[in-house]
T-cell receptor, first 113, second 113 residues
Framework: NAGVMQNPRHLVRRRGQEARLRCSPM?????VYWYRQLPEEGLKFMVY????????ESGMPKERFSAEFPKEGPSILRIQQVVRGDSAAYFC???????????FGSGTRLTVV | GDSVTQMEGPVTLSEEAFLTINCTYT??????LFWYVQYPGEGLQLLLK?????DKGSNKGFEATYRKETTSFHLEKGSVQVSDSAVYFC????????????FGQGTRLTINP
């Protein structure tokens, strides 16, 4: 049973470009969470999704950031017009339901140059 | 809002030393508590958890007890190994709602042979 799969592992974008980060949850998991880790800091919650629904996006920046979890396919975190401050590690996690604790992927490390 | 405060690092110990990493929290109600470990360049792995007061979580020689009276969840290990070198994160999970995690800032642990 594969774990939470994130790709790409590393992503380099120039300022103003778009970044798309993908997350495939564990088999049977219908809940997906996205977190961001800035250098030398802990993880900060961004968004919580279930299939085709955004449940809680209270941690998402108001502009340029969006997330989706379609009926088919992976969850996507999209960052438009990236800036240097978006450079961070973005982690996805999944769970089968609203039970405490979930499984994290290995993350996508975004570098904006 | 809910918050987690961890002992500041970095922490450097010799192999076979006793380890304590302090963690205290502020929350409404009785959250679930977790310790996650992050090895260099990797995602977070759940190390242990406790879901109610006086529960003890344990795994790989690590232990932590949910202390409601002191709002603490300190991580301990009797004899550390070089392979324990990593960053350790304490976290709490909301009692209700999205079950999002609130993380401490992390403690970097280095074990010298």
């Amino acid at each position: 049973n594969a774990g939470v799969m994130q790709n790409p592992r590393h992503l380099v974008r120039r300022r103003g470009q778009e970044a798309r980060l993908r997350c495939s949850p564990m088999k049977g998991h219908s809940h997906v969470y996205w977190y961001r880790q800035l250098p030398e800091e802990g993880l900060k919650f961004m968004v919580y999704l279930q299939k085709e629904n955004i449940i809680d996006e209270s941690g998402m920046p108001k502009e340029r950031f969006s997330a989706e979890f379609p009926k088919e396919g992976p969850s996507i975190l999209r960052i438009q017009q990236v800036v240097r401050g978006d450079s961070a590690a973005y982690f996805c996690a999944s769970s089968p339901g609203q039970a405490p604790g979930y499984t994290f992927g290995s993350g996508t490390r975004l570098t904006v140059v | 809002g809910d918050s987690v405060t961890q002992m500041e690092g970095p922490v450097t110990l010799s192999e076979e030393a006793f380890l304590t990493i302090n963690c205290t929290y502020t929350a409404t109600g009785y959250p679930s508590l977790f310790w996650y470990v992050q090895y260099p360049g990797e995602g977070l792995q759940l190390l242990l958890k406790a879901t109610k007061a006086d529960d003890k979580g344990s795994n790989k020689g690590f232990e932590a007890t949910y202390r409601k009276e002191t709002t603490s969840f300190h991580l301990e290990k009797g004899s550390v190994q070089v392979s324990d070198s990593a960053v350790y994160f304490c976290a709490l999970s909301e009692v209700q709602g999205a079950q999002k995690l609130v993380f401490g800032q992390g403690t970097r642990l280095t074990i010298n042979p």
